[in-house]
Structures are given as C-alpha cells and as structure tokens.
C-alpha cells in the first residue's frame, strides 16, 4: 500500500541520518513502517524486538539487511554461551540457594519476623531488580518491598540486613560452570551490559521503546556514536512502570515524529482512545480509518473480557464457566494458581513461600491487613474471591481452562492484552471506579477523584484492541467524570453485558 505522509516523513528522516523516536499509536502500523525504512537503504541494521515471539515475526517481514533479534539474544551470543552448564541446572527451591548463601536462620525487623526462606526469596528477587536497571552495583535500592515491612524505616533496616547476601549471590553468578544460585537469562544480559558492548551496526531499530528496562535502554543508546538510532512506541502505553520498565521516548536527543492514522479502527473508537489521550497528556492523538466500522455499544458474545487485575480475570473465568462457556486465560493460569495455593496454605495454618504473601502467618492475618492497612487494599479482591469461592474451586477452573484456539472467549489483563486485538471486546467490571459516598443525602455530592496517568494510559491500551465493536462496560463510569469528554467530542454510553459481571446467570 502507498505510504501515509507521516510515515513518509518518517523515511525521508531516516534516510536523511536522523536519529528518531517514532510515536505510534495504537494500531498505526509501526512495523510496516520500520520495514519501510529499512528498504529504503542497503546499510546493514539491527531491529531490537520486544520478545522472541515478535522477532521470529519481523524477520519474515524485514528485508536480509536487518538482523531481527532480542537484546537476550545478543547477549546470548556474546557471552551466554559461556554459562551453558548453569542455564541447564535443574531448579532448586531458594532457601537452598539462601542457605548455600549463608542465610541459616530468620531475622525480625520490627513486629515482624522475616523466616530464612523469605529472606532467601528476598534475596534472589534483589539480584533480578538489579539486573534490570543500569546500574553497575547493587544496593538498597534493589532491594523489594515487603508487605508488612513498608514503613520506611523497617525497609531500611531489611535492606541493610540483605544487601550483603544480594551481592554474595551476584559475584556466584559471575562463575561460567558451576553455582549455588541458579543461572537465567536476565543474569548473562546484565553481564552482557556491563561490558559496555559496542553493536556492529549502520542503524538501529529499538521497538516497544516506551517499556524499556533500563539495562536494554543503556545498551542502546551506548550505540549513538557509530549507529543511527531509532526508536518506535507509544508512550500512552507505557503500563509496565512498576516492574522498572521506563518510557525512553519522550527525552530522547533526536527527531521526534508521530504515526497517528490507525489501521485497526475507525472513527468513532479513534474519538474514544483519545478521550483517554487527553487524559494521559499523550503526545499524540489518533484518528481512525473511515472504511473501517468499529462501533461503540452492548456486545452480547465478546470474543475478549480485559480486566484490570489478576483476581478481576479470575472472577470472570469463573463467572464464564458457571455459565458454560469454554474460556481461555491470556498467559495461562499459572499465577493464579500460586496465589490461590499460598491462599490454601494459609487458610490451612501454614506459612506461604508465595513473594506477595510470605510474610503472613495465617489466612486471618492477610484478611486483617487487605480490610485495615491503606497499603493492603489491593489485596482485598484476592480475599474476597477465596472467602467467596474457595481455593478447591478456583484451582479447578484454572484447571479447566481451554486452549485460546478452542475457546470460546478469552479473559485477559489488559497488560497481557497489549499488542494484541480481537473482533469484539467487553471491559471488566474491576475497571469500575467506586462511588463517593457523601455525609448526607442533602449534602451536594463529593467530586469524583481526578484521573491519573496510569490509570488513563491502561484504560487507552484496554479500549483499542477491538478491531469490530467495543463495550465500555467498567469503564462507563468515564462518561458521568467532569474530566471524561475532551472539548468537541461525544461517544455513546456503553452498557456491560449483565452475565460478564457476575450480576445475573445465562
């Protein structure tokens, strides 16, 4: 197909030696671009992916003059290769590898006491922290929280307690044969970066740049001086922030430049993604494709449920089953299944290895901190869905879950639905906003909070993986908030589909 001006000015940059960061939106055709820019030039590039997945896809797509790998897969070639023997070691539970560490015995910070696995856990969770950021030593920093240890204080005294063992198990890691703490492939691209490595390049080509970790974002822009860079995203959908995944986009040196027509929709949902835009103060706003008829409204057989939590995805594969729906997890159930058996182990009596929950001795214990402690409240949903369900029959419908192929409707996170599109989509009820209550029925009512970035920029990744027609569902809430409709645009109301809640049967 001819090309759009804006992805021709894009190749008339790229041609003329600029280094770029290419704002895409949602559905824009990114790849087709950056396939565009590398055949317009016989230099030989590389093209970063995100994950295997998208490399194996781009390199049926690139012409033979771009390398398409991961960063792992660089790092692989350079110096993984070296740590074969230990890539291949079988699992060992962490409190061996804490023990081979020197952690023989548990610690109390606080009212709390920390068990020698927890540290263990700890400790192995500090060296993977570390191995994605740029920096060249560990610290505190490093160190994850705790529930139950957030007071800064506590934190502080747990860090100083687990720093030392942290880099006990870094300078392990460093041994190419043998080791007590098991080798994984984030640990050779950390090595890998510490080298400095210079990439043999003439371009290249960083996708998903607004979700880089810190490490692959070092490595490069460490290319500026002998490569032309160029970095492709979408900075409203920088979602991963809280697993120290950064948005590189927006402060990078170079010419910065926008893809805004989408492909995937048209454009009555282009208007309601950038409802959200606006609300995120995006650098970019979209417009849809007119021959494209994505409408907004109630959609009674949804291809795709998006979720904004875990537990939110599990209510709604159980609630779909219970109707006698074959239903499909994004991801698959995993997770899930490790929290609701560190839920059974607790409501046993017995201490959980689980990183989220291991600091509680008992199922009362985790109810008390979700219902009473501010910094617990995202756990309530989990104790509500065990109180409500149990453990028995949530890890029998993660057992019960179909193949994506063969399913009748997938349920997914938003998180996991990024990059990926289906026909008709519904929003989960977990995206519903509580309602303020006010003191008296006279009194006027209380403003609703303001919308946050984060909250404004999952919401947006969430409403464009439709390609056919979307329900607002838990998200309707947007319609009746002072700040939900952008100066010259109405969308229509959308209602959830009663069945997909929970509220009613089939």
């Known amino acids: 197909m001819n090309p759009t001006d804006e992805q021709a000015a894009a190749a008339d940059a790229f041609h003329a030696g600029d280094h770029l960061a290419l704002q895409a939106g949602a559905g824009t055709g990114k790849t087709t671009t950056l396939t565009l820019l590398a055949r317009t ?21 690139f012409p033979h003059n771009v390398l398409c790998k991961t960063a792992h897969a660089l790092a692989y070639a350079a110096v993984g290769h070296r740590y ?7 699992r060992r539970p962490a409190w061996q590898t804490g023990h081979a560490l020197g952690i023989t015995k548990a610690v109390r910070i606080g009212d709390r006491e920390v ?25 505190s920093h490093h160190v994850p929280h705790l529930r139950g240890l957030e007071d800064t ?21 460093q041994h190419p044969d043998d080791g007590a703490v098991r080798f994984d492939h984030d640990h050779y691209l950390k090595i890998w970066a510490l080298t400095q490595p210079r990439i043999d390049t003439g371009f290249l ?10 490490v692959v974002e070092q490595i490069f822009l460490n290319q500026r001086d002998h490569a032309q860079l160029v970095m492709v995203g979408d900075s409203a959908q920088a979602i991963y922030h809280w697993r120290g995944a950064k948005d590189v986009m927006t402060g990078f040196d170079g010419t910065q430049l926008t893809l805004s027509q989408s492909f995937r929709f048209g454009p009555d949902l282009a208007a309601e993604a950038n409802r959200w835009l606006h609300l995120a103060d995006a650098p970019i706003r979209l417009t849809g494709t007119p021959t494209v008829p994505t409408e907004l409204g109630p959609v009674t057989q949804p291809d795709a449920v998006l979720c904004r939590t875990n537990v939110g995805a599990m209510s709604q594969v159980m609630t779909l089953m219970a ?28 201490r959980t290895h689980h990183p989220e929950l291991i600091l509680f001795p008992c199922w009362g214990d985790l109810q008390d901190y979700a219902a009473h402690d501010p910094a617990g409240r ?14 028995n029959a949530i890890l029998t419908a993660v057992a019960h879950l179909a193949p994506e192929p063969h399913a009748q409707i997938t349920v997914s996170t938003a998180h996991k639905a990024k990059g990926r599109e289906w026909p008709r989509v519904l929003i989960a009820d977990d995206f519903a906003r509580a309602k303020n209550d006010t003191a ?13 970035d984060a909250e404004a920029r999952l919401a947006y990744v969430a409403v464009t993986r439709t390609r056919r027609r979307l329900d607002l569902g838990g998200l309707s809430w947007i319609h009746d908030h002072p700040d939900g409709t952008p100066p010259g645009q109405n969308t229509p109301h959308t209602t959830a589909l009663p069945l997909l809640t929970g509220s009613t049967g089939p």
């Open 41 to 61: 030039t016989t230099r030989r590039g590389r093209y970063l992916a995100y994950n295997r997945a998208i490399a194996q896809d781009a390199h049926a797509r």
């Open 84 to 90: 074969t023997r230990r890539l291949g070691a079988p």
């Open 115 to 139: 068990s020698q696995r927890a540290l263990s856990n700890a400790v192995l969770r500090t060296v993977t922290r570390f191995c994605h950021t740029a920096d060249e030593a560990i610290t």
């Open 153 to 173: 204080d506590l934190h502080t005294e747990f860090a100083a307690h687990l720093v030392p063992f942290a880099r006990k198990a870094w300078v392990d890691l």
């Open 205 to 214: 080509l960083l996708d998903e740049a607004q979700d880089t970790n810190p």
């Open 323 to 350: 109707a006698g729906y074959q239903v499909a997890l994004a991801g698959g159930g995993d997770s899930l299944q490790a929290l609701a058996l560190a839920a059974r182990d607790l409501k046993e009596g017995r």
């Open 378 to 391: 995202d756990l309530q949903p989990l104790v509500n869905l065990v109180d409500t369900h149990g453990t």
């Open 440 to 452: 008296d029925d006279q009194d006027p009512p209380t403003p609703p909070d303001p919308v946050d």
